[in-house]
């Protein structure tokens, strides 16, 4: 599976697959994924983000429609 996949006519970002292939990401997850207004799909599964909660702006992804955080390290509610 691709890691990033935009659209072929409108070059909006669609699609952010940030499993990790070789080592993890870890940190927190910047606001500015707002920008990408157009977002349906996020993995951050089998990362570390050592028991952070959930930023409370993935619930603002309007076309989000699949999002995994499974294995990722991060505890709290799903913000919706």
């Known amino acids: 599976m691709e890691r990033v996949v935009c ?14 292939t070789d080592g993890y990401l870890g940190g927190t997850i910047s606001p500015s994924l707002l920008d990408l207004s157009y977002l349906n799909y996020v993995d951050l599964s089998f990362n570390n ?3 952070s909660n959930i930023p409370e702006f ?15 390290g ?7």
Not at 7 to 20: C, D, E, I, K
Not at 58 to 72: E, F, K, P, T
Not at 74 to 80: A, D, H, K, N
């Open 7 to 20: 659209s072929n006519r409108t070059g909006h970002v669609l699609m952010l697959n940030l499993q990790p």
């Open 49 to 51: 983000f050592n028991g």
């Open 58 to 72: 993935i619930g603002s992804l309007r076309n989000l429609r699949y999002l995994d955080l499974s294995y990722a």
């Open 74 to 80: 991060f505890s709290g509610p799903i913000p919706y």
